[in-house]
């Protein structure tokens, strides 16, 4: 049985809006979505692989630049010899409103609909399946009893090109609930999953394995690390996939501890040293300052963020710092920060829950200091 070499990705998200950064920041991601898209046509080109798999939400929302469009059109008209298959997702459904029916799509690239379909491609032995969102929700299965609308030929490779969210048997989410048995069951020697956005390992249910590319390029800090996209082969009851990493920037949280530091210039000293300079250029990060400071110390996140401009592509600080007090000495004094100290512990120690606690940590924290200092700003 001839090996079907394959590239598969999913959730591309073109023109998301990037809203945890400012404009500037915002257009400069936009283009380095598309300059990872153009990286990935590249490597299909370049693996001479026989199918493109994209598994949903190549589309944010229902706002996308014409200049993306064009972008993506040309490049899948540079790889005229590969087919690509797409199987539109809950961000960009199917239907007759969408980017997918407006654009005049290459004659290499077939985007599934919103019935079960089943392409043969007799000269590799092969047969693409898939199924596209029609609408933002899918709340039943889309692979729900399809093996009785649609043969599946046993002696070909069979390859299946999905949008969903892998669901426990007999729980309901909102985006195609697939469950492993209903992948077990499905006949596909591979299925190509979008919509979570972390690569899952490459799994197996039965005779069928599956996987989730992930996205290619992080968007937030809640993607954070690398990000890629899916290479290999597929025949018959096997596969050679693997993961490889494409992604042009990644989000990065890091925790730093500033117990022992007093000043602006030792923070950013010590955040810049323990970073390579090629990844400072690159990566966008988030620092978390932890420990606790001197009561005095008010920490001003926008001015140490203005100082790391210099150093950081880009650099977001949060301050979950405490302050070096004994809260149960000082909630014992007869003064004003003694009554306000003790206060407020007992409100911590009746709050509901853990976000309650953790604002009420951080308004005596700044409790604590403004009774210090003549000024406090608060961020």
């Known amino acids: ?69 064009d972008y993506i059109r040309k490049k899948f008209e540079e790889i005229h010899d590969i087919r690509v298959f797409i199987a539109p997702g809950n961000h960009d459904p199917f239907n007759e409103k969408s980017f997918y029916s407006m654009l005049k799509w290459p004659e290499n690239v077939h985007v599934f609909k919103d019935k079960m379909e089943k392409i043969q491609i007799d000269e590799l ?9 029609s609408n933002s929700y899918e709340r039943e299965s889309l692979l729900k009893d399809f093996r009785g609308e649609l043969n599946i030929d046993e002696y070909t490779t069979n390859i299946m090109v999905l949008h969903g969210d892998i669901a426990n048997k007999g729980t309901k989410n909102d985006y195609n609930p697939v469950t492993l048995e209903e992948i077990g069951l499905s006949g596909m ?48 009851k096997f596969v050679d996939l693997k993961f490889v990493p494409i992604s042009k920037r990644q989000y ?30 690159k990566n966008l990060y988030k620092f978390i300052l932890k420990g606790e400071v001197d009561p005095e110390f008010v920490i001003s996140k926008s001015v140490i963020e203005e100082k790391m401009k210099q150093y950081f592509y880009y650099a977001k600080v949060v301050d979950k710092t405490g302050v070096k007090i004994d809260y149960e000495a000082l909630s014992k004094e007869f003064s004003l920060k003694g009554l306000f100290t003790k206060k407020m512990l007992q409100s911590i120690e009746n709050a509901e829950d853990e976000t309650e606690k953790e604002k009420l940590k951080k308004a005596l924290k700044v409790g604590i200091q403004s009774l210090c200092n003549k000024e406090l700003k608060i961020e």
């Open 125 to 133: 032995k092969l047969c693409v399946y898939g199924r596209g969102f």
């Open 189 to 236: 020697d591979y299925i190509a999953l979008g919509h979570r956005h972390s690569f899952s390992g490459i799994n197996r249910e039965k005779n069928t394995y599956y996987a989730y590319s992930g996205n290619p390029e992080g968007r937030g800090f809640d993607e954070t690390g690398e990000k890629g996209i899916i290479l290999g082969e597929v025949c018959k």
């Open 252 to 281: 990065i949280i890091k925790e730093i501890d500033i117990s022992k530091l007093d000043t602006y210039d030792e923070i950013i000293y010590n955040i810049e040293n323990s970073i390579s300079p090629l990844d400072r250029e």
């Open 1 to 69: 049985m001839r090996k079907i070499k394959i590239l598969h990705c999913s959730d591309l998200h073109f023109d998301s809006p990037f809203s945890e950064l400012d404009s500037s920041f915002s257009e400069n991601r936009k283009e380095d979505l598309r300059e990872c898209f153009g990286n990935i046509v590249d490597m299909a080109k370049s693996n001479q692989v026989d199918l493109l798999l994209i598994s949903g939400d190549i589309f944010d929302n229902g706002s996308v630049m014409k200049n993306t469009l």
